[in-house]
């Protein structure tokens, strides 16, 4: 006698469901997908960090160049002065006297043009100013006397002396000091400190070294003098030292140290005698 088998029904759809091990796979493919993603976007995120910093570098360079590039556009140099100075030192040997009455003509007759080394740059400049609000000398102390102009660039650093180290003391940084030619001289000769560094203002603290150097037309030089060349260089190169970023930072890609240069041609760097 044959027994019949019940038919065997297909499970009901509301009795269906994931088992633990499914739910653990799909559970740690997901945690796997999570994390790559996040990983892409923290990279993207660091480099995009990291490049913006290295266009603010290259902007910030690019803007000093182009002031120092203007500053010594405008440089001064008279061949006069150095005749003029010979002149003196060939009547000391009489009775002659030289007397100034405007001490303008003693600033005017003194030497003039660039002067520096490999960490400073001193040149005078002829820059008229805009309003034209000239004060007698000694009137004001610091004020305009003239269109003559003494303009240093120097970076500021805490250890330095002179006016490398006072201006330290306010801030860090690519510094650049401009003032009356001679009440700056009149300053530095008396040991006005105070007076010199109100004229220096530190326009970029990213940098922490700049080198200077000055091409003679066969070499290049790591000092100049126009006093001692009776001339200007035919060209000075500027490199500004901007340091890599500070570890500790949030950011992992951080940027090397990096120095960019420019080379600045002078065109009045053979004065005619008249």
Known sequence: MFTRRPPICPRSSLQAGFTLLEVLVALALSTVLMVAVYAALDLYWQYSIAGRDEVARMQVARALFNRIELDLRCVLYRAEAAATSTAAADTESTDTTIQVSDPTESAMASDSGLFGDAGTLMFHISQPSRTLDYTPFGSQPGSRTSDLQTVSWFVARKGAGGLQGAVAEREEGLTRSAGDRLSTEMADDSGNMSLLVGQAKVLA???????????????????????????????????????????????????????????????????TST
């Open 205 to 271: 603290p990213e940098v922490s070294g700049v080198q200077f150097e000055y091409f003679d037309g066969a070499a290049w030089q790591s000092s100049w003098d126009s006093t001692q060349s009776a001339g200007l260089p035919r060209a000075v190169r500027v490199i500004l030292q901007f340091p890599a970023s500070p570890d500790g930072t949030v950011i992992r890609h951080k940027l090397e140290a990096k120095n960019y240069s420019i080379t600045i041609p002078l065109a009045v760097a053979k004065p």
